[in-house]
């Protein structure tokens, strides 16, 4: 009788843990689009913070404004001019959505040698800068330690 319950025993434990949802599994990041930032002019004072017009637009389509604040790293201030800054936005969904940008994105700890930006209304949204020859102020982008957004009223 004793080997026959340590089979149903262990089938049943396993029956159960095949039927635990899985909670603690990590959702599947998407590019959700493109957040383009624009600075019209650069404070005086390396170390002020910028204020940014923002631009999400959504892998589908739709987009939405937003205004932000970026502090930066180091004491290099931004050059004078016009300064276009760009982003892919990451983040659990499917291509089609738009997610809500509105709060504080952070600087990425750990030392991982990248520099996104992790926050958002939910904390799951992760901003990546866009470098290469179609973006001229990647450097800038780089150097963003903190990035708030505010939807914009019309």
């Not at 089938?11 to 635990?20: D, E, K, S, Y």
């Not at 689009?33 to 019209?40: I, K, Q, S």
């Not at 780089?142 to 957004?149: A, I, N, Q």
């Amino acid at each position: 009788m004793p080997k026959t319950l340590i089979p149903i025993g262990v089938g049943a434990i396993v029956g159960l843990l095949l039927m635990v949802p899985a909670a603690h599994a990590q959702p599947s990041v998407t590019n959700l689009g493109t957040l383009t930032c624009t600075v019209a002019g650069a404070p005086d004072d390396p170390g002020a913070d910028v204020k940014l017009s923002c631009n999400f637009k959504s892998t589908a389509g739709a987009t939405r404004d937003y205004t932000g604040i970026a502090t930066r790293r180091g004491a290099a201030g931004f050059p004078p001019g016009k300064h276009v800054l760009v982003w892919s936005v990451l983040g659990p969904g499917k291509e089609d959505d738009a997610p809500v940008l509105e709060g504080m994105f952070r600087g990425e700890a750990g030392g991982s040698g990248t520099s996104a930006l992790v926050g958002g209304a939910n904390g799951a949204v992760r901003l990546e800068p866009v470098t290469g020859a179609a973006q001229t102020d990647a450097v800038a982008a780089l150097t963003v330690l903190t990035l708030t957004l505010a939807p914009t009223r019309a």
